[in-house]
Every structure is written in C-alpha cells, then in structure tokens.
C-alpha cells in the first residue's frame, strides 16, 4: 500500500491567510502585549509563522498535553506533559492551534488556563472542523473551517510524521 498527499490549502493560500490573522490580531491588541500560548507539537509551526506578523510586542510560551483515551478519540480530559514556563497571571493570553476537532480538549484547557487569571484568554486555530464538534468551543480566530477529512501539514502529523509539510494535505492510500 502506497501513501500519497493531497493538497488541501496549498503553501500560498495558508501564508496569506497567517498574514490577514497576524494583521487582525495587530489591530485588535493595539496599545497591548500578547501573549502567544502555543498547545505543542502540533501548534509550533503555525505559532512561529503567526507570531513573525504581529506587530504589537509578542511574548511565547509553550505546553504539551495529552488526553487521555484512544488514539482516534480524544477523552477530553487533559494530562499536562510540559506545563507553561511563565505565570498567565494578567496577561492577554492567546491559545494557538493547529486544529480544533471535538473540542474536547481545548474546552478542558482553556478551563484550565482560565483559571489561571489571565486579563484575557482567546483562542486561535488555523483549522477548524465544525462538523466534529462534540463540545462547544468558542473560536476567536480560524484560519480555515475544512470538512470532515484527517488532514497532515503545517504541524498536523499522521503517526508523527507529515508536521514539516509547508501545507495542508489529505493522506491517500493505494
Ligand atoms: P479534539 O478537538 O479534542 O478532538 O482534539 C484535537 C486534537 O486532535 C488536535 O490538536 C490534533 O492533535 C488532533 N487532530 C484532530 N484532527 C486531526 C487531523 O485531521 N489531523 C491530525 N491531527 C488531528
Ligand atoms: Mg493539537
């Protein structure tokens, strides 16, 4: 069996679209400091290409989380593995996202994170797959709303491979 990858949002069409996100969140942070919360592996290199076009003064933490449950399906309930370096304690907070699927973890992470008391706590994916939703998620900033389909790319990985992909693609077999 072979595998193969179908462009989705080809390089051109998600950079341009990183560009309008970077400009929205510059106007609406205007006068402030964002703090850019990048949910790993997956969020890295969305994060990294979103933060290059705010221009408002940027600061960038990291954690990792695992939810417990299988593979396919996420249980919702989050294990931190790498836990922020920095207090969110008054800061304008922004979750970046690769994906929002279920919802299932980011409704228990921003939970989480909120409790934290942050001066502002927002949430940013660049894709978003409404049609999965099982738990309501308020989404700030989406990059793409896509259909049910299990994409690799731009930090989206297939068995942990795929993430380094400049774009967004579908794995096909034959
Ligand atoms: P959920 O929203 O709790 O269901 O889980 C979202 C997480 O599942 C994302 O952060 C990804 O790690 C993973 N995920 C969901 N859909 C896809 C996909 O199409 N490709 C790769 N990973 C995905
Ligand atoms: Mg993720």
Redesign the pocket.
């Known amino acids: 069996m072979s595998e193969r990858v179908r462009v989705m949002l080809s390089e051109q069409e998600v950079d341009k679209r990183i560009q309008e996100i970077g400009e929205q969140i510059s106007r609406d942070y205007e006068g402030k400091q964002v703090h850019l919360v990048c949910?790993l592996k997956?969020g890295s290199f969305f994060m990294c290409e979103l933060a290059k076009r705010i221009s408002v003064p940027v600061s960038l933490d990291f954690m990792s989380v695992s939810?417990y449950g299988s593979e396919t399906k996420?249980s919702?309930v989050v294990r931190i593995v790498k836990d922020l370096d920095e207090p969110l304690k008054d800061k304008d907070v922004i979750v970046v996202?690769?994906?929002?699927?279920?919802?299932?973890?980011?409704s228990y992470l921003l939970a989480m994170l909120q409790d934290r008391g942050p001066k502002s706590l927002r949430l940013c994916t660049l894709l978003d797959?409404p049609d999965?939703r099982v738990i309501d998620v308020h989404v700030d900033y989406t990059g793409f709303q896509i259909p049910d389909?299990?994409?690799?790319g731009y930090g989206?990985?297939?068995d942990q491979r795929y993430r380094n992909l400049p774009y967004i693609g579908v794995v096909e077999f034959d």
């Open positions: 949910v997956g939810s996420s919702g996202e690769d994906i929002v699927d279920s919802g299932r973890t980011l797959k999965r389909e299990f994409v690799v989206l990985d297939y």
